[in-house]
């Protein structure tokens, strides 16, 4: 029995920095049999020269120089010059393991799979940390020197290994619902005669989750899934790429309720609607492994707020109480905090509240029957922020009358 044959897209788009790491880690896969689609998006430095350099010495490598129009139009190139059995994604930043697709290839021949999901590694490189660049301006103007950076490594996998009818694997994925390791493409091998049949692609309009509207529709059509417990590609994060640069807070509410439509459809196609609905409103309030720019959850939310310009967002002074002399077998008092909220706590609330004023009547209805609605459908009732003091976590509800 012959090898089935790989075809591995790479869309290029100004990555010289990384894309000879890239192109030599796929050109050195234990796997031989491997149509390498590459593709420069009319890049503008030195990309398409360094494309000619691998192909002139690896047969294997096909290079299109086209005009600019995008990733998803690029990867809908890509699909269609496709010979290969099978379809792998790879981002011209990023780096495989020799075995990598060897081991995609052994498992999906193994279980007859339409889809193998592998775990991988994000590498947080030292300069892409804000943090870390805030640190050492602070120690460079106080005339410290800075201490090196280093390189984060962390392995990212939610699906035990094993094999999934495609029932058991939805309802997997709305246990990590926004997670990268389901919403990418780059960790997962797919059978390219389901594409080629239902005509799937990326919609050229979208410019963020394109990879997950694409997984969606692939979700619809394949029947067996296949997680393997092996991690072989290294997602390098950018600092400058389009998750980690446009999270204006409105745009990331307008992506996420079309995203949480999308998953209402299929899901309801699936008849697994009802039986997920309180994970799939789950996905309306989830973080990705790395959607966010900062390193926490915290410093992605006041970075999202500076960029809103709220100006109203201000520490409040704390106030001293007067220290009072303990008597002797009184009943210790728990402390009454009156310093009102953080200004952490101020800009996660203002979140909450931002998203329920673009958002609102969808969230209620998951929450609360049409009979005990406040008001009507027409009006929102007052938001109510509970938090904890000390605590930069909230949760929103609307009062009841």
């Known amino acids: 029995m012959t090898n089935p044959l790989v075809s591995i897209i790479v869309p290029v788009y100004n990555a010289q920095k990384g894309l000879s790491r890239c192109l030599e880690s796929i050109c050195s896969q234990t796997y031989q049999e491997l149509e390498i689609i590459v593709l420069n998006d009319g890049s503008t430095d030195d990309s398409l020269a360094i494309c000619e350099q691998f192909r002139a010495k690896d047969p294997r490598i096909v290079v299109v120089d086209k005009e600019n129009e995008g990733v998803s139009r690029t990867r809908n190139a890509g699909l269609t010059l496709a010979q290969g059995d099978y379809i792998q994604f790879a981002d011209?930043?990023?780096?495989?393991?020799?075995?990598?697709?060897q081991?995609?290839?052994q498992a999906a021949l193994q279980h007859n799979a339409d889809l193998v999901i592998a775990p991988y590694w994000m590498v947080i490189p030292s300069n892409s940390s804000k943090t870390g660049h805030a640190l050492e301006t602070l120690q460079t103007s106080l005339g410290i020197e800075p201490e090196a950076p280093k390189t984060e490594v962390h392995k990212y996998g939610f699906l035990p290994q094993g094999v999934y009818s495609r029932e058991d694997y939805a309802r997997r994925l709305m246990q990590q619902p926004a997670s990268f390791y389901y919403g990418v493409l780059w960790n997962k091998l797919y059978r390219r005669e389901i594409i080629a049949q239902n005509q799937l692609g990326f919609a050229p309009d979208v410019h963020w989750a394109e990879d997950l509207i694409f997984n969606m529709g692939y979700?619809?059509?394949a029947q067996v899934f296949v997680s393997i417990p092996e991690a072989g590609y290294h997602y390098i994060q950018n600092p400058k790429s389009l998750c980690h640069t446009q999270i204006d807070l409105r745009g990331i509410v307008e992506n996420k309720t079309q995203i949480f439509q999308l998953f209402k459809e299929v899901y309801t196609r699936l008849g697994l609607y009802?039986?997920?609905?309180?994970?799939i409103y789950k996905f309306l309030f989830a973080f990705s492994e790395s959607g966010v720019p900062s390193d926490s959850?915290?410093?992605?939310?006041?970075?999202?707020m500076s960029r809103l310009n709220d100006a109203s967002v201000q520490?409040?002074?704390s106030r001293k109480t007067p220290r009072r002399t303990p008597q002797k077998h009184a009943r210790r008092k728990k402390p009454r905090h009156k310093e009102g909220l953080s200004i952490k706590q101020k800009v996660a609330?203002?979140?909450?509240?931002d998203f329920f004023a673009f958002y609102p009547t969808r969230v209620q209805k998951a929450s609360r029957t049409a009979a005990s609605r406040p008001r009507g459908m027409g009006m929102r009732a007052p938001l109510r922020i509970r938090t904890s003091p000390g605590d930069s976590s909230c949760t929103a509800s609307r009062l009841t009358t």
């Open 315 to 317: 520490p409040e002074p």
């Open 274 to 279: 009802e039986e997920l609905q309180p994970q």
């Open 219 to 221: 979700l619809e059509h």
């Open 297 to 304: 959850l915290q410093g992605a939310l006041l970075d999202a």
């Open 103 to 105: 081991n995609l290839v």
């Open 349 to 353: 609330a203002r979140m909450c509240s």
């Open 92 to 101: 011209s930043d990023d780096a495989l393991d020799p075995d990598y697709t």
